[in-house]
């Protein structure tokens, strides 16, 4: 008991400090803290640099394109003029996918149509549209990074295939003003619980932000 004492008493207050400073600026292992990190110096831009909402959300592209792992990336928000949903960040695409993205505009009711973007609700934020069931309309073939593969074969569960992609709902004032569509990860898999995590926190932070902004 004297001895574990004694122990204690060695335990400098500055040695404990110091540890925590010293893990706090590592986070070569972590690559959550990582990406916390990386994601929190987007965000201290905006607010220090005055970025534009374009800007922002093609900083923030490029951030779940790399960090996430994500094989290609769109985010696409509601316009304040014309009150209709627009792509305008991109990330991992083929040029002339990313023009063909350009020309898609749709109401909110084109968007949550059941009838031509089939799909299934994986929470209440995030929607999996799966290739087999033609989750496209009529001439968006070209919008995807390989059109002529868009008949592939799925053979695991967690296989992603082109024509696959997930929507992650962007809400302000429990309202969709925009979505974060990604197409599987680089790995051809369909994400895990953790990135669509991650994805629905990006997408909560960017209709804060939306939000202040329209404010």
Known sequence: MIALLETKKEISPDLVASKLRSD????SNDPDA?????LHRIISEMQIQ???LHEFLNKVAQFVYLQLNIHSLTIGIKDPIDKKFHYIAFAGLRKQSENALKNCVYTKEELLDPRKYPGTAISKYTKLFLAENNPYAPGEEETYNRPLM???KRTTLNDSIEGDYLDIWIMERNEIVGWIEISGTKDGKLPNTKTILWLELVASIIGLIIGLKSD
């Open 150 to 152: 868009l008949t592939q």
């Open 50 to 52: 005055h970025l534009t």
């Open 24 to 27: 706090y600026q590592d986070t």
């Open 34 to 38: 990582k990406s916390l990190e990386n």
